[in-house]
Nanobody
């Protein structure tokens, strides 16, 4: 089994920062790319950021470029999402997911998902 557990969400004011963590249970974590998605109530799940297995390549949705940074620590089997300059439109449940395909932007390309962590940004 692959278990992914997100943490670090919470309530923050506009302009504030949060760092999300996603801890993986399985020993082959470093063989897989990872991604962060988010889903607001009543909306589709959308890609936020992705990172290759080595951390060499990163990918971001345009709306978070310059504000969010994805990183990983393979020794700790953890992927992070540093979120700065948060905006109310960033409010969503954030999910991490494992990517076996090498294609980052569609949720269909991910095979295991965490249960999510809530991020709420007040005006």
């Amino acid at each position: 089994q692959v278990q992914l557990v997100e943490s670090g969400g919470g309530l923050v004011q506009s302009g504030g920062s949060l760092r999300l963590s996603c801890a993986a249970s399985e020993r082959t974590f470093s063989d897989y790319a990872m991604g962060w998605f988010r889903q607001a109530p009543g909306k589709a799940r959308e890609f936020v950021a992705g990172i290759s297995w080595s951390g060499r390549y990163t990918y971001y949705i345009d709306s978070v470029k310059g504000r969010f940074t994805i990183s990983r620590d393979n020794a700790q089997k953890t992927v992070y999402l540093q979120m700065n300059s948060l905006k109310p439109e960033d409010t969503a449940v954030y999910y991490c997911a494992r990517n076996p395909s090498g294609s980052y932007y569609s949720p269909d390309q991910y095979d295991y998902w965490g249960q999510g962590t809530q991020v709420t940004v007040s005006s």
